[in-house]
């Protein structure tokens, strides 16, 4: 006589709650490899924004998608994103348009600015963002990371485990298609394994220009200053540099550049954050830091302000002084001095 089994209510109720997880991933694996290929055929970039000066319309950590327009489709109030001169990327508002041939001169600003980009971005086509979702960006920098990549793979481990494991028996002796876990289980390994295997989304930076108005680095409204009245002293061996302390948010880079207009020399100064507006702040320059200069030939310095700990916030212009290295002959011995 046969007894029919007895079935454990809580592993059924697990076992329901798994199937309906992997369902829903699935699900969501499809969507996500149906975005990917989207994307890529309608050329849709994904853009990760690493600052904010494009609050409130986007915010740090939003992720934003874009689509190369050509320039006659471009039009004011556009936000479009740009390289830049040194490689990075800018997301800004289109103030203005000049058009000329197969190109434009953009003049770009962040919304939470006061004022227009230094200079204009001239360009043959611009990625205009079509729409954001706020502080996905975060997200998909996780999953992009090295640790996100990791755990990817032993995500996909794990579900090539579930496939291939033998089912439980079924009534009869009969097992399960290995077909329909595939089936389930594949759209989800693509979810995990797309980010590490896809194109990456892009950062792009909202800079900052002199006049801004965001919550970040203690400003609520502040015009970057620069460094000014910058003074000079020397004894033949070095020659140092002060100038009064703008701000107490503020650091300082200063660079050496020769003659050519080629830096050879970079120093960072981050004064102690006790010292008072105004007080001196000071750089010297030794003999060995103008090495590469020749004798009785002039250098330029040039000091940036920065805020405390940001890369984007910075003068438009530095404030400068010069210095010089002269020979002086003694007897049969040339030496070499620095002087302002």
Known sequence: MRHASRVDPRRSRLRAVAQAGLALSACAGTLCIIAALGMGLLGVKPLVFVSGSMSPTIETGD???????????????????????????????????????????????????????????????????????????????????????FAAGVGFAGLMFLVLRPSPPLAGGRRRAVGSRVAVVVPLAMLLVLPATGSQPVDTFASFTDSVSAPTGGFTSHTMMKAASVDCSDNGSSVTYTWPHRDIRYRYVVNLVNEQGNTFQTYEVTPAASLAAGQPVTQSVSQGDVDSVGTNDSFTVRIWSHVRNSTTWSSAEPATDTGRVEGIQILLSLTRDITC
């Open 63 to 149: 992720l934003a998608f874009a689509r190369a327009a050509p320039v006659h489709d471009l039009r004011i109030g556009d936000i479009v994103s740009v390289p830049t001169r040194n490689g990075d990327r800018v997301t800004h508002r289109i103030q203005k348009v000049d058009r000329g041939g197969s190109k434009a001169s953009l003049t770009l600003k962040g919304d939470a600015n006061s004022v227009a980009d230094t200079r204009p971005y001239v360009v043959s086509s611009a990625d205009r963002v079509l729409f954001n979702i706020p502080k996905l960006g975060y997200a998909v920098h996780a999953m992009s990371s090295p640790l996100g990549i």
